[in-house]
């Protein structure tokens, strides 16, 4: 039987144009993009050049490091540009689809008569090692590790997040397929959570935990913090659901087949919708769904999601485009007004806590306020259902007290987990920025 | 309101960086970001944030501390007429009490904002609002006899001294409007305690005498006591200016626990710290909460969420010692009859010390799961 785990600290931000469960359209794709940027500290070594031809799965570029860690090609075409940045470094590699989508052809895997060393080795063959991150630090995993567990989370509680159950419709199998896979890459246990009652309670090989609350609950960090916490020299690693079903489907059919359902969502979205396209699209291909002048273009959600503009591509991991307004705008004695009913604030200090679950709110980028020291410090323990202390951390991060850090649970949090914090923060601080630099300093000293 | 908008642009390039008046550049943009919510969108991180900004945190302070401000122009007037037999009816009343606060507020807030743009110019950054509450209460801790220059002298003390050279708004140790009322406490102990300072001067007479609760209790205990429980609990007494009511601080307090920005926690802890302890007095306890500034400081100054306890655990300690030491001081210690002021002060410089021990229970909880597992 399944341990139920109820949150109650979090907060779900209502925000306006959430998705309906249909899919609109399938977009054909055109440009699409491998971005090594969403890996932190990778160090990607090039295995193609621009106007080479590529299959789906063939490898673009390696992990330096380990170059046995492939990244690879979710369509194929030619490779249209090498895009780099300051000092050279590798922004993202652009592939133009070609008309025939065809893949590389590997062989079909049955994981039960693999051992973790060949099920390792099938995994980086295929390219689907990137797709599993570890913890601490939110990095590509290091597949000489033993973990103390695989952490799934089949719950998404982001704002406007995809239906974790509408987007894996049809993908039963290649879940069960990945858990068995994941499940001979360590000798411990793989650990899936997901909502009381859903579909995902019937996959086999994991052990099951129900959650329940607002978000973050869906971050599998709260969900690790609540089932088996990450100590000083232990390591986890971490598989989002829409990875595991490709990691099941190229497993079980032999052909790398990224394809997914994308959200389109946000309050400048002229129509929210599904679309089914391929890992890494270009953001101009659903442009059409944007409303309005100025509108941001969010790779992800609107906690953690990069602003990768009209022109920019996917993310790796992503499966949600987010469309908000820029709010650059002067807004006369904002913070005098006495009621101000289209901004939604966690606090009490404005109303719409008495608004009501229902109502949602268009809310745009602006910063509402000038940035501040810690004030208020008490605001953040309540969005964040870990036995951590939030403003502590983050000032041991910013003291750059590696002891401090490791002994307040630096090793349990990624910048995510800290998202919300950052949202209901008065003070208008950078908090995940604050702890995505603690985690860049413990792995240089650690290292 | 684009007209203010167009002088606010127009305006800005003399004030910016390399601008003729580029030294007043805090002192502009604390002008502006007062009128408008700035402009400025997120770059990284969550692309969206709370409406919520420290502004708002402040003016609803300041909005809590209305009723207390009212009651105590009144309390002003209504000493004086008292005192003098003047026989003046209510606007009269007010009017005087007017005249008498208006002059503290002009030099705490001209006095204070000074100090605030000149450290936020030199440091570069925005004008905190924290001065907008502080320059509030500092005019309503004081005696309403107190001279403008010691007032004046002690706002700049604790700005200075007290916060800015701690980092400002956020890095400060001590309440900065409790250590502007030390300050003169220590500095000038006659124009702050005793029996005539309560009750503004008619010029060329000398001043009443008048006792405040705190000092007849010191004196006599219970048969000493020439209010009543009620009397006291409104306000209509002498005291510290906006001290005296209890009933309009507790309105302030229903603001500040509905809104959140004040801890419940600190402010019950501290009245239960302030009951247990009042129990050993020659009063009944609960007297202990209506007299002096305890309900003031429990209410508006020990929840300070900078100076304060900022963990949940702390918070109840904090509060609890709070209100214990207060009435500790004022039952057993014949130097001061009143002890609030020094008892925040007090445990403002253990609240890290508190906080330091729940976060090391935190601390261990991590280690132990290290070893067993």
């Not at chain 1, 309906?20 to 699409?32: G, N, R, S, W």
């Not at chain 1, 309670?201 to 052990?207: D, H, R, V």
């Amino acid at each position: 039987m399944s341990e139920h785990i109820r949150l109650k600290r979090g907060l779900d931000i209502p925000l306006a144009g959430a998705a309906p469960a249909k899919i609109a359209e399938t977009v054909a794709p055109d440009l699409v993009a491998v971005k090594p940027t969403d890996f932190k500290g990778l160090v990607p070594k090039m295995a193609v050049k621009e106007g080479d031809l590529v299959k789906a799965g063939q490898v673009l570029f390696v992990d330096k490091l380990r170059p046995e860690v492939r990244f690879c090609s979710p369509c194929s075409g030619s490779v249209q540009a090498v895009v780099r940045g300051d000092k050279r470094k590798l922004l993202a590699v652009v592939v133009k689809a070609g008309k025939e989508q065809e893949s590389v052809k590997f062989d079909t895997v049955d994981c039960a008569k693999l051992d973790k060393q060949a099920m390792t080795e099938a995994m980086l063959e295929r390219g689907l090692w990137p797709m599993i991150k570890q913890r601490p630090y939110g990095i590509v995993a290091n597949p000489a590790d033993s973990p103390k567990g695989i952490f799934i989370s089949a719950l998404n509680t982001a704002p406007l997040a995809p239906d974790a159950e509408f987007i894996m419709q049809g993908q039963m199998e290649n879940l069960q397929k990945g858990i068995d896979a994941l499940g001979r890459l360590t000798s411990s246990k793989v650990y899936l959570s997901c909502k009381a009652g859903s579909a995902f309670e019937s996959l086999k090989g994991a052990e099951i935990y129900t959650f329940e609350g607002p978000h973050p609950a869906g971050n599998v960090g709260v969900q690790i913090n609540h089932i088996s916490p990450i100590n000083k020299g232990e390591i986890v690693w971490t598989v989002d659901l829409v990875s595991l079903a490709a990691i099941g489907r190229c497993l079980a059919t032999g052909s790398y087949d990224m394809t997914r359902l994308v959200a389109v969502t946000g309050p400048a979205a002229k129509e929210p919708a599904y679309v089914k396209a391929v890992q890494g699209i270009s953001l101009a291909s659903i442009g059409k769904y944007a409303q309005g002048g100025n509108v941001r273009y969010v790779s992800g959600d609107v906690l953690t999601g990069e602003n990768v503009g009209a022109d920019g591509y996917l993310g790796y991991f992503d499966s949600q485009v987010t469309l908000l307004e820029e709010g650059d705008y002067y807004e006369l004695l904002g913070w005098l007004k006495p009621l101000r009913l289209k901004k939604f604030s966690f606090s009490h200090l404005y109303w719409s806590w008495l608004a009501g679950k229902k109502k949602t709110y268009k809310l745009d980028t602006n910063t509402n306020g000038g940035p501040r020291a810690f004030v208020v410090s008490d605001v953040y323990g309540k969005v964040l259902p870990m036995d951590i202390y939030p403003v502590y951390l983050l000032k041991a991060c910013l003291a750059k007290d590696i002891e401090k850090m490791e002994n307040l649970g630096i090793y349990e949090v990624i910048e995510e987990d800290f998202a919300l914090c950052e949202f209901v923060c008065p003070s208008k601080i950078e908090i995940q920025k604050i702890i995505s630099d603690g985690i860049d300093l413990m792995l240089k000293e650690m290292a | 309101m684009s007209a203010l908008r167009n002088t606010l642009d127009r305006l800005k390039p003399t004030f910016s960086k390399g601008g003729k008046l580029s030294a007043l550049g805090s002192f502009f943009d604390a002008m502006e970001t007062f009128f408008f919510v700035p402009k400025t969108v997120t770059r990284r991180g969550t692309h969206i944030k709370d409406s919520v900004d420290l502004k708002r945190t402040m003016i609803t302070v300041m909005v809590a501390l209305i009723p207390v401000f009212l009651f105590s122009i009144y309390n002003i007037g209504y000493q004086m007429n008292l005192a003098y037999g003047y026989g003046w009816g209510f606007w009269m009343i007010v009017w005087k009490g007017f005249l008498k606060i208006l002059p503290l507020y002009l030099v705490s807030y001209i006095v204070g904002l000074f100090f605030e743009c000149m450290f936020a110019q030199i440091r570069g950054e925005e004008v905190n609002e924290g001065y907008f509450v502080t320059g509030f209460i500092i005019p309503l801790i004081m005696p309403v006899n107190v001279p403008l220059w010691m007032l004046a002298l002690a706002v700049a003390f604790a700005v200075v001294i007290g916060k800015e050279v701690f980092g400002g708004t956020g890095m400060n140790i001590w309440n900065p409007a409790l250590l502007a009322r030390a300050f003169l406490f220590f500095s000038y102990p006659k124009m702050m305690s005793g029996d005539a300072v309560w009750v503004a001067h008619k010029a060329g007479v000398d001043a009443v005498s008048c006792a405040t609760p705190l000092s007849e209790m010191a004196s006599g205990g219970m048969s000493a006591m020439s209010h009543s429980a009620l009397e006291m609990f409104i306000g209509l007494i002498p005291g510290s200016i906006g001290e005296t009511s209890t009933l309009c601080i507790l309105l302030g307090a229903i603001l500040l626990i509905w809104t959140g920005v004040a801890s419940w926690k600190i402010m019950l802890s501290c009245a239960c710290g302030g009951l247990l302890i009042g129990l050993l007095g020659p009063v009944p306890a609960y007297y202990q909460l209506i007299m002096g500034g305890f309900a003031f400081g429990c209410v508006f100054m020990a929840t300070d969420p900078v100076t304060s306890a900022q963990t949940e655990t702390g918070k109840w300690i904090y509060g609890f010692l709070v209100g214990a030491f207060a009435v500790t001081l004022r039952l057993f210690n014949p130097g001061y009859p009143e002890g609030m002021m020094l008892s925040i002060l007090l445990m403002n410089t253990f609240a890290p010390l508190i906080d330091h021990l729940v976060v090391n229970a935190n601390i261990r909880r991590r280690q132990r799961r290290v070893k067993t597992a």
